[in-house]
């Protein structure tokens, strides 16, 4: 497999579930990103692993957790969600130090919150 | 604040060409990135624009304007499968990267 993957691509939960997101990158890469896409909105950015270390949360509400093994393995770990929450969540990487810190996309999970 | 402001949707002609703009203000300017995204999909890099000027990559091209804080992304030859949103992305000074909220581009036969 190549470039970034995030499993599933499709989830519909209802809001006492509790879901995680998987993002896996194989582009040797050494940070990781979780974004949340609504329809006609900038991308917002959730959360940034550097070196496996979190450096950035933008004030996310506390329902929605991360979670950095390595650095090529990122979770988003959900509960007791809202259905505002209902979005696109987009995993990317980047290789930091380069000259153009680069964000390469995975495809996403349309998550669907009941 | 921070902004970024581009066309929400916009329409051309199969073998036209289409010129998407982008403004910014931000916080200090560390380059400029264009993305090109279709329905459903990851976003994907098309170009990254640091200095003044143009900076052409096959049917694209991408042209940046620091002192005016502007950008537009050039399609030439358009094709079907162009349709898409195009998402432009300013590094600020703290290298954070600020979004626009992307322009979707309708090719018409």
């Known amino acids: 497999e190549t470039g970034v993957t995030q499993t599933p691509r499709h989830l519909v939960m209802g809001m006492t579930n509790k879901k995680s997101l998987k993002c896996e990158q194989h582009?040797?890469?050494?940070?990781m990103y979780w974004y949340k896409q609504s329809a006609k909105k900038p991308l917002e950015l959730m959360f940034v692993y550097n070196f496996k270390e979190q450096t950035e949360n933008n004030s996310v509400p506390s329902r929605f957790s991360p979670e950095c093994p390595n650095s090529s393995h990122l979770f988003l770990h959900l509960h007791t969600l809202q259905p505002e929450d209902s979005a696109l969540y987009l995993c990317?990487?980047?290789?930091?130090?380069?000259?153009?810190?680069?964000?390469?996309f995975g495809p996403g999970t349309r998550l669907t919150v009941l | 604040g921070q902004n970024i402001d581009q066309p929400t949707e916009m329409t051309a002609t199969e073998g036209a060409i289409v010129q998407i703009n982008c403004t910014y203000q931000t916080s200090g300017f560390n380059g400029l990135f264009w993305y090109q995204q279709h329905a459903g999909e990851a976003p994907t890099f098309l170009s990254y624009?640091?200095l003044d000027g143009l900076e052409e990559k096959g049917r694209f091209s991408s042209f940046l304007s620091r002192s005016k804080g502007y950008s537009y992304l050039l399609l030439k030859e358009l094709q079907m499968k162009d349709s898409a949103s195009y998402l432009c992305?300013?590094?600020?000074?703290?290298?954070?990267?600020?979004w626009g909220a992307g322009t979707k581009l309708i090719i018409k036969p």
């Open positions: 990317a990487s980047s290789q930091l130090s380069s000259d153009t810190d680069t964000q390469y």
């Open positions: 992305a300013v590094w600020d000074s703290n290298y954070q990267l600020i």
């Open positions: 582009l040797g890469h050494n940070a």
């Open positions: 624009n640091v």
